[in-house]
């Protein structure tokens, strides 16, 4: 995938917008939470009222990378923006709410149980019409969303391609914890998308890369120990981390026993 | 993913297909029944729906047990997955390095029924595990030993279609030298509330481009296919897939775009990255669900894109006989497509009886018409907004 740049990235998390609010250590920040949640965010417009809190989590991203590259939102709108949204576990509170209702529910809850819902109202806040893949898993699959954003891009099949990981946790906490993954804590709900453009950016990427009895790489390792464990998203805040620190190599992934890795130049 | 650019040389062959489904529980009887005016809809019987408005659908009354010796997986959309499985590889060896061999599966619902299961009392971590989306998509990679990339697509209805084009894309990157591609779903109370809350389903049949059509009706299933790299490939195929594209309307989160254009856009693509003109089609499998504002909107965009020709190619949906199979539809209707062309045929559209001024084009109805249909055109929407659509070449018998 030569002549794909990163453009830019947004980053939302429970620990607040950028990486400046990132603590230095996210396990002793978290003094024993096991689920670092984000509250509803207040975005204007009547059209989010439905809207689940996963979905504004992905609009809020997206406005926090336009804000960073000084773009105006009318750069992202039409059919020459591709959008590739992936998330392990964003839907989990729709389904749990429609299975379990807390509160009576109306119609047009079911249509947002479905992982595409972030991603529709992301389309529709900011006029997507390109390329649209929606994957589903966790930071090995953003790696897979990478590759598919930085393919089309590369190949001239979109001007532009925007890389969206969301992850929330906190309606299901009892739920993964009875599932006894093996992933570290504190669970932190975020939001993180990547800009990926023709040509440098501030990172280029690179297709994934054969990642049998890797480790994880300084970037994942750094990511997790300032973020958290993120999920999806984890990818995304250790390009954020990777474009501070001019730092090139691999980003591993890790997600259910699978590893991937994805080349960084500088 | 866009196919903005043709392919041309970057063809992927369809070496073989596997399909569980409710008119038949493997490829043969799949297609037996389309032909043979089977009808898969019944009274559903595997979970209460006495408080629904409709309480039918496509539900396969047993699944094929899985040939392969194991612990058998308690969630059904996995058991749907490894029965499609053992039929794909019944016809096709997954004769590779399992580092090269990928699985690509779409799917609305994941394994959502597990939800209700681990949220109605049963509290095994094996259950909660379950809830994930991806682990019907995991199961069947450690079914077929697949340790290459495992990726699950979820662009809801129009999954099948996306994730055959993601798997093609595996192979032209040399990501895989052989992948596993296509969709499946189950049909849960879940998903059966959902649609009767938004009055979706219809009490009578589903009648795809009829101008009495009142809605559609939900069925289950799993449809997969061998995707290799054509040049590399050197054994029979079923056909081949020439391009792909999938898009977003950015319009609605339930409702299609009223005007179609990112349908448009993705058929336009598709075409384009097939490197064909819209005159090459000899044939179309339309989503037609069989609710007004589908199938009108579906035939406004098919009447654009094909142009002069819009109403001499034969358009069929087969959506009546099995219900909407959701993550499974366009991969099955994918297979549907390749099959029609190996025996010249054209499975009908089951339901549709009286023209509708407001679609208008040449829908195959009641029983199959014998054709020549060596390319073909597969369109999906799914509610966000997505848009996915396949252009097939089917290899004659």
Known sequence: M??????????????GEGLAALPGDARRAAAGRRVIAMPRLEIAGDRFRRATRECLMGVAAVEAMLRRTRLDRAALAGDGTALVYVTAAAYGAANREFVAPSTPIGALHFPYTAPSAVAAEVAIEFGLRG?????????????????????????????RALVLAVESFAECEELYARARFRVPTPLVEAAACALLVPGEGELVVEPPVASRGRGPSPLETRARRRAGETFACAPLIALALAGESEARGVLTAEWRGRRAALAIRG | MCGARPLHAEVVAIVAAGAVTPIGADLDAFWSGLVTGADGISAIERFPVADLRVGRGGEIKKLPHPRRPGRLPACRASRLLLGAADDLCARALLDVDPARLGVVVGTALGGVEELEHALGGDRTPRRAAATLYDSPGRALARYLGADGPVITVSTACASGATAIGVGADLLLDDRADLVVAGGYDVLCRFVMRGFDALRSLTRDCVRPFDRRRSGLLLGEGAGLVLLARDAAWRGPRLGRLLGHASTSDGSHIAAPDPTGRGLETAVTRALRAAGLPPASVDFVSAHGTGTPLNDRIESGVLRRVLGARAEAIPVNSIKGPMGHTMGAAAALEAVMCLLASRHSLIPPTLGY??????????????????????????TSLGFGGCNAALVLEGAAA
């Open chain 2, 353 to 378: 009886e009286e023209a509708d001024p407001e679609c208008g084009l040449d829908y195959v109805p009641a029983v199959p018409r014998p054709a020549r249909a060596r390319v073909s055109l597969s």
């Open chain 1, 2 to 15: 030569n002549g794909v740049g990163v453009a830019g990235i947004g980053l939302v998390t429970a620990w």
């Open chain 1, 131 to 159: 390329g649209y893949v929606i994957l589903v898993g966790g930071a090995v699959t953003t790696v897979d969303a990478l590759w598919q954003g930085g393919r089309a891009v590369a190949r001239g099949e979109c001007e």
